[in-house]
């Protein structure tokens, strides 16, 4: 069974840092494009970081600017997102998102090419 588990989320205040991670399991985790997305409370889910499936390569959408960090371990099946320097625009749930498609994959995120996890949730909060 193909499994995608987050963990790492919590509380943060402004400004600080968390990082998070995904398990996977049930696939070739290396024949695979990942991504980080969100959804904001009320909002639909935004991509905010992709990497390649052999990690080489990364992409992050404008606004994330710099902040976040997306990278992987294929030998232990591990996605990670490091998340600094965070606002309370920030809060909402994380998921771990895997591409539908094996091969390359060249920094495009389809809601409808990918599949995700049940999240964990960060919040941003003073």
């Known amino acids: 069974e193909r499994q995608l588990v987050e963990s790492g989320g919590g509380l943060v205040q402004p400004g600080g840092s968390l990082r998070l991670s995904c398990d996977a399991s049930?696939?070739?985790?290396?024949?695979?494009?990942m991504s980080w997305v969100r959804q904001a409370p009320g909002k639909g889910l935004e991509w905010v970081a992709g990497?390649?499936?052999?990690?080489?390569?990364?992409y992050y959408p404008d606004f994330v600017k710099g902040r976040f960090i997306i990278s992987r371990d294929n030998a232990k099946n591990t996605l990670y997102l490091q998340l600094n320097s965070l606002t309370t625009e920030d809060t909402g749930m994380y998921y771990c998102?895997?591409?539908?498609?094996?091969?390359?994959?060249?920094?495009?995120?389809?809601?409808?090419?990918?599949?995700w996890g049940q999240g964990t949730r960060v919040t941003v909060s003073s």
């Open positions: 998102s895997k591409a539908k498609f094996g091969g390359n994959w060249y920094g495009r995120w389809d809601q409808d090419q990918w599949s």
């Open positions: 049930g696939f070739t985790f290396s024949n695979f494009a």
């Open positions: 990497i390649t499936r052999g990690g080489g390569t990364t």
